[in-house]
Structure formats: C-alpha cells, structure tokens
C-alpha cells in the first residue's frame, strides 16, 4: 500500500512536466505555420468604406439587396456596395453608410422630384411601383404627386401618394395671406358618413364621434374630416392655424342638425349647429410653435350629424347631405389678421354612403 502511495506523486508529477513542454511548444508555435491575418471589421462609416480595397469593400454586401437609385437621368437598380462607392464619394467621410442608404437611395424627394421632366418624373413612379418596399396602394400620376407635395405638404412621394390616398379625391384647397404677409395654404377632405357605436376616425384611433358633441348611435351619425395646413411663407418660420365653417341651406326645413367638432390636445370642443350663415358653425385649430416653410400639420374633426335617423327617414336623411357644405373661413389672429383668403367649399353631398 506504501508503494502504491509512493507512486501516485510520481505520475502527477510526470504529467505536469509533459503539459509544460506541450505549452511551451504551443506558444513558440508551430514550425512552418503563418500567422493568421487580421481580422476586417464591417465598414461603419464612408471613410472607413473607401480606405478598403474595392473587392473587399464589395464582400461586406455582396448578400444585401439591390437598392433602386433616383436621380435627374431617371431610375436604376444598383448593388448596395456600388451605391456607397458612388455616393461615398462626394458625401462627408462621417458619414454612416445605414443613413446614405435609408435617407437618399429610398427615399425619393419632393423638391427632387418637382425639378424633373415629365419622362423622368414618370420613370420615377414606374419604378417605385415595381419596387415593392414603397407599398404604394395606388398609381398616381405625377401631377397628382406634385400638387400633393405643394398642397399637402409632403416631404417625399411616398409621404405625397399616402395623402392622395388618405384625402381622396374630394377635397378643397384655399390659401390666406395676413397683414403681415405670412402665408398658409389649407387642404379640407370629408370622408363617407358613418354609424354605430364608438366611431373612430379612420386617420386617429383615439378620436371618437361625439367627444365634444355627445352622440346617439340610434340616431346620429358622423362624418370625419380631415385636413392639412401648410406654411408657404418662404424662408419665415409661424404658428400655424386654420379656421373653416359648416353651413346648412334652408335649415329650417331640415330635419337633422350637424355640428363641427374636434378633438385637440387641450380636449374636445364643439361649434354651434349650422345655419344659413357662414359665421355660425366654425371651428378652428392653431399650433403655437412655429413651423419652418414647407412644414404643415394634419389635424382631423367630425361633422356630427343629429337625428339622421329618425322614424321619417329610418334608413338615414342621405339627401339632406346635400343641405350642408364646408366653407374656408379666415382664422382669427388679433396681432396680424388674415387680410386675403380665397373662397372655397365644399358640399358634404360626397359624404353620401
């Protein structure tokens, strides 16, 4: 038993000698064998991206898909790794490659797009609707694009088409002017009238019929509206505001009221029922931070139809629709009043289900 004992420290000691020369012999490394080369990090930056080596720049997102270019000469379809070449160039060296591609490569402009010709203009939107990252629900002409971005105040075709889509072909534009010679240019859209319990309006969940002016889903009814207000005042910051009116012919012979209601930050209010004069059913919306020319704001409201359905009319009065009609109306500012506005409405017969 004492051998036994006395051999064990032996044996350890053994292999502890073996796995120091197996060490040493792997740090001196093995003979004949290169280091292993760096280690190249993935580009961050346009710097970083042309100090590499043109095939090996192109490695890093030889998977990536292709990206669709907009430029003056028309529309093309690039590699990712030639598009940060080619941009690369000319952009700052800071500059991180994930912003040139989602800022410039995908994201076609309105000032860009106005400035081309109509053949450009339409190779643009012919691309951009086989290219399905945009998801463009509709074609559209460029026309309807331009004046999009001019009226409604978008800041790319993409942002231009989903107001098309969003404001239909209904709507009303006017434009005001104050004394001071700050401009705004308005945008007014009525929706189909709806019914029922809990109506939200299609473009803010959190706005419901009846907020401001109470609501009775056996007998009201709602038409939601939308709007856009834009500053064309060049290069001259402003609050931006807007102010419109609902007006009903022969009132008295109607049988349903309407009234016009929105829905702001500080709570629901709502106008009086409309009458045979432009004063009288208005509603309004002003922002007190100041808006860069070109920026607009898209505030919504309802027109809350009372008593559409009623025991002589139990399918709804759908032709007393044809009774009310928005009008553009200037909105009131002591310190610098609105001294032009151009005339403007719009019948709510298009609101008709």
Request: with cysteine; proline share 7%.
């Amino acid at each position: 038993m004492n051998t036994r004992r006395f051999n064990r420290p032996r044996a350890a000691g053994a292999v502890l000698v073996l796995l120091a020369l197996l060490t040493a012999a792997g740090c001196a490394g093995a003979p004949g064998k290169p280091p292993g080369k760096p280690k190249v990090e993935a580009p961050e930056t346009c710097e970083e991206y042309l100090a590499l080596p043109a095939k090996t720049a192109a490695k890093f997102f030889a998977k990536e898909p292709a990206v669709q270019v907009y430029s003056s000469s028309g529309a093309k379809s690039m590699s990712l790794a030639d598009y940060y070449f080619e941009v690369c160039g000319t952009a700052d060296g800071a500059e991180t490659l994930s912003n040139l591609q989602y800022a410039d490569a995908n994201d076609p402009d309105c000032a860009s797009f106005e400035g081309l010709d109509p053949a450009t203009q339409q190779a643009w939107l012919a691309a951009m609707y086989e290219d399905q990252s945009f998801s463009l629900d509709r074609e559209v002409t460029s026309e309807e694009i331009v004046r999009a971005c001019t009226v409604f105040g978008a800041g790319n075709i993409v942002g231009a088409s989903n107001l098309i889509k969003s404001f239909g072909d209904d709507y009303v534009t006017w434009e005001t002017e104050s004394k001071l010679g700050y401009r705004e240019i308005v945008a007014l859209s009525a929706h189909t009238l709806l019914s029922g319990e809990a109506i939200q309006h299609p473009k803010k969940d959190e706005f419901i019929a009846g907020a401001g002016c109470g609501f009775d889903p056996t007998k009201d009814a709602a038409i939601p509206l939308g709007a856009s207000v834009k500053n064309v005042t060049p290069g001259q910051p402003q609050p931006l505001r807007l102010r419109f009116a609902l007006v009903a012919a022969q009132s008295g012979s109607l049988t349903t009221t309407a009234y016009l209601e929105a829905n702001h930050s500080s709570g629901a209010s709502c106008s009086e029922s409309a009458g045979g004069i432009i004063s009288g059913a208005a509603i309004g919306t002003k922002y007190d931070e100041p808006s860069e020319a070109g920026e607009a704001h898209y505030p919504n409201y309802f027109v809350i139809v009372k008593d559409y359905f009623s025991p002589r009319y139990p399918g709804g009065a759908v032709d007393e629709l044809a009774a009310y009609s928005l009008h553009a109306q200037a909105s009131y500012n002591e310190a610098d009043p609105v001294t032009l506005l151009e005339p403007a409405e719009l019948s709510l017969a298009i609101a008709a289900p």
